[in-house]
């Protein structure tokens, strides 16, 4: 069988260190640090050379990078980070993804959500549960709907990645766009899980 190579002649957009605080987790601090500062450095050297537009991190859980930062200084900054979001998100979650944001310096155009679902769209919260108190009056919408707009609030981020092999719920998701947030009751959800004011 002749294998077929699909050659797009267009460098990435945007290339991802994925989880690195999965391969860091076993290191010592310092030695974690030097790792994961020398795999930003190649993805920075990758972005320089063409081989990709920007680079990025995407971190699943981002306190243990957190705590990885403060073992040196020098790292290089990515352009793009992406990390959980959305109403799943503990307090210390959701705090230890904004924190990230502010350590990089990144700016809120170039944070992007994943997962709001929390890797389980069928559980029956995602259509019981009435998040209407969190949008705008007047707004037609179904509960996937609402939980996805959240999650562009649940840390702030411009882009959502979600996975699907429906048309039908594609579409509803990107309905979910459109809807208007109550600004007050996300500060007030988000004041009453973290405690901050």
Same mark, same amino acid.
């Given at each position: 069988?002749?294998?077929?190579?699909?050659?797009?002649?267009?460098?990435?957009?945007?290339?991802?260190?994925?989880?690195?605080?999965?391969?860091?987790?076993?290191?010592?601090?310092?030695?974690?640090?030097?790792?994961?500062?020398?795999?930003?450095?190649?993805?920075?050297?990758?972005?320089?050379?063409?081989?990709?537009?920007? /680079? +990025?991190? #995407?971190?699943?859980?981002?306190?243990?990078?957190?705590? !990885?930062?403060?073992?040196? &200084?020098?790292? @290089?900054?990515?352009?793009?980070?992406?990390?959980?979001?959305?109403?799943?998100?503990?307090?210390?979650?959701?705090?230890?993804?904004?924190?990230?944001?502010?350590?990089?310096?990144?700016?809120?155009?170039?944070? /992007? +959500?994943? #997962?709001?679902?929390?890797?389980?769209?069928?559980?029956? !919260?995602?259509?019981?549960? &009435?998040?209407? @108190?969190?949008?705008?009056?007047?707004?037609?919408?179904?509960?996937?709907?609402?939980?996805?707009?959240?999650?562009?609030?649940?840390?702030?981020?411009?882009?959502?990645?979600?996975?699907?092999?429906?048309?039908?719920?594609?579409?509803?998701?990107?309905?979910?766009?459109?809807?208007?947030?109550?600004?007050?009751?996300?500060?007030?959800?988000?004041?009453?899980?973290?405690?901050?004011?």
């Amino acid at each position: 069988m002749e294998k077929t190579v699909c050659d797009l002649s267009v460098p990435p957009a945007v290339v991802l260190l994925h989880n690195p605080e999965e391969s860091l987790r076993p290191l010592h601090r310092a030695q974690a640090f030097d790792y994961f500062a020398d795999a930003c450095a190649e993805l920075e050297s990758a972005a320089k050379l063409g081989l990709c537009d920007a /680079w +990025g991190i #995407s971190s699943w859980e981002p306190g243990p990078l957190l705590d !990885v930062l403060q073992a040196g &200084n020098g790292c @290089p900054t990515p352009s793009t980070l992406m990390v959980r979001a959305g109403l799943t998100l503990s307090a210390g979650q959701l705090n230890a993804a904004e924190r990230l944001a502010w350590e990089f310096d990144v700016k809120p155009d170039r944070r /992007w +959500g994943m #997962s709001p679902f929390a890797g389980n769209t069928s559980d029956p !919260v995602w259509t019981s549960t &009435n998040f209407t @108190p969190f949008l705008e009056p007047d707004q037609t919408h179904t509960p996937v709907q609402a939980a996805v707009r959240l999650a562009f609030e649940l840390p702030q981020c411009t882009r959502l990645a979600v996975g699907t092999s429906s048309e039908q719920h594609l579409a509803e998701l990107f309905g979910a766009t459109q809807l208007d947030v109550d600004a007050g009751a996300v500060d007030q959800y988000r004041e009453l899980i973290t405690g901050s004011d």
